[in-house]
């Protein structure tokens, strides 16, 4: 799919707001023309950045519904509200999930379903969920402090892997209450996150950042 670079943004055009595909499995912008976008007809067309990013400008104000389409990642629908609060950032960063016909490096651990009916039928987006078991395999420890129900932020240290915008987590300690985590912003410093959502429970310190997947079936029933 071939994404137009050509197009430039007049000077003073007002930006609606900006968005960043972030591949699930690497968690880097997605780049190359990897994207389509469908959304309503009489809206000024987006400008697509080298890298990665898409530029909306001179949107007017309410509810728009974006579609995000590819070959290798399943579809996804965005939903913005127009004016953005000006407490929030004009950034918005969309986390796509790779599909069956994902092209993973060499040597990637998969394990590959197919779910079908009673009947032989494939069964068309089913949502698939899963964790890890063992603590011992988590991606991160959280640091400094505990988390108190209605924090929307946390540190982390004991970093075993890249943590990226869009991954879930379920945070566990002990006979604690686990809870679930999508990580909705990375600051400047690679140990501070805040979350989509507030926490429900408190944590203490030194819990386990377990990851979770969330995916779906494909047309075909696969995943």
Do not use: W
């Not at 591949?23 to 959304?39: A, H, R």
């Not at 127009?82 to 969309?94: A, E, G, H, Q």
């Not at 009673?118 to 899963?130: D, E, L, Q, S, V």
């Amino acid at each position: 799919m071939k994404m137009d670079y050509s197009k430039k943004l007049s000077l003073g055009s007002p930006v609606s707001f900006v968005l960043y595909p972030i591949d699930e499995y690497t968690g880097e912008t997605v780049t190359e023309g990897s994207v389509m976008l469908y959304f309503p007809y009489f809206c000024e067309s987006p400008i697509y950045k080298p890298d990665g990013s898409i530029v909306f400008c001179n949107f007017d104000d309410g509810e728009y519904k974006i579609n995000i389409l590819s070959e290798k990642y399943f579809t996804e629908e965005l939903s913005v509200q127009l004016p953005i609060s000006k407490y929030m950032n004009l950034i918005i960063r969309k986390s796509l999930k790779p599909s069956p016909a994902y092209p993973f490096q060499a040597g990637a651990t998969l394990v590959r379903l197919s779910v079908i009916d009673r009947n032989g039928y494939p069964i068309i987006g089913i949502p698939i969920r899963c964790e890890i078991s063992n603590c011992d395999f988590s991606r991160a420890k959280t640091a400094r402090s505990a988390i108190k129900k209605g924090d929307k932020d946390f540190y982390v240290s004991s970093i075993t892997g890249k943590i990226s915008v869009g991954d879930c987590y379920l945070l566990k300690m002990g006979d604690e209450i686990a809870e679930e985590c999508d990580i909705a912003e990375q600051t400047g410093d690679n140990r501070y996150f805040l979350v989509s959502e507030p926490f429900q429970n408190e944590h203490s310190r030194g819990s386990s950042l377990i990851p979770v997947i969330k995916t779906r079936t494909d047309q075909r029933g696969m995943l």
